[in-house]
T-cell receptor, first 116, second 113 residues
């Protein structure tokens, strides 16, 4: 059974550009969450999608956005990149909704974004 | 606002030792707590998930306990090995947050051979 797949693994962008990251969850999982990991702030929650609907959003500026497709694959977009957006972006998939027993989160390998 | 703390921040032990990593959280209204390990530059690997109604979970040499009322969890690693060297992260799933996880800063573990 394939795990969570994130593409690309590495990305270098210039300030002001925009970037799109992709996440394919484990087959059958309908919940996808995104996290940003930096040395200074640790792991910070960005947003969560379930059945194509955004269920929850973290405290990030509107430059960070996401969406989920009918096959549960998700993308996140960052516009007008800043140096501080350099981070490891991690995607997690879960089978069910919070409150159910099947909410164990499984993470992908991440996308390392460097903004220069 | 839910906050998670992990102690110690770093730990270095000789191979074969048993060790305990600690995690505390400020709000007991959680669905569950999950322990992860992260190798440098990699994603997170799920180790154990404890539901809020459970007291402990075991997997191989790992045992995690949860005391929801006091806001504490411990991860016990028996007979540590150099391959256990990694960062260990504790995360809680708040009742108010959907599937959102709130993470601690992690404990960096080094097991010396």
């Amino acid at each position: 059974k394939a795990g969570v797949t994130q593409t690309p693994r590495y990305l270098i962008k210039t300030r002001g550009q925009q970037v799109t990251l992709s996440c394919s969850p484990i087959s059958g999982h309908r919940s996808v969450s995104w996290y940003q990991q930096t040395p200074g702030q640790g792991l910070q929650f960005l947003f969560e999608y379930f059945s194509e609907t955004q269920r929850n959003k973290g405290n990030f500026p509107g430059r960070f956005s996401g969406r989920q497709f009918s096959n549960s694959r998700s993308e996140m977009n960052v516009s007008t990149l800043e140096l501080g957006d350099s981070a490891l972006y991690l995607c997690a998939s879960s089978l069910g909704l919070a409150g159910a027993l099947n909410t164990e989160a499984f993470f992908g390998q991440g996308t390392r974004l460097t903004v220069v | 606002k839910q906050e998670v703390a992990q102690i110690p921040a770093a730990l270095s032990v000789p191979e074969g030792e048993n060790l305990v990593l600690n995690c505390s959280f400020t709000d007991s209204a959680i669905y569950n707590l999950q322990w992860f390990r992260q190798d440098p530059g990699k994603g997170l690997t799920s180790l154990l998930l404890i539901q809020s109604s459970q007291r402990e979970q075991t997997s191989g040499r790992l045992n995690a306990s949860l005391d929801k009322s006091s806001g504490r969890s411990t991860l016990y690693i028996a007979a540590s090995q150099p391959g256990d060297s990694a960062t260990y992260l504790c995360a809680v799933r708040p009742v108010s947050g959907g599937n959102k996880l709130v993470f601690g800063a992690g404990t960096i573990l080094r097991v010396k051979s």
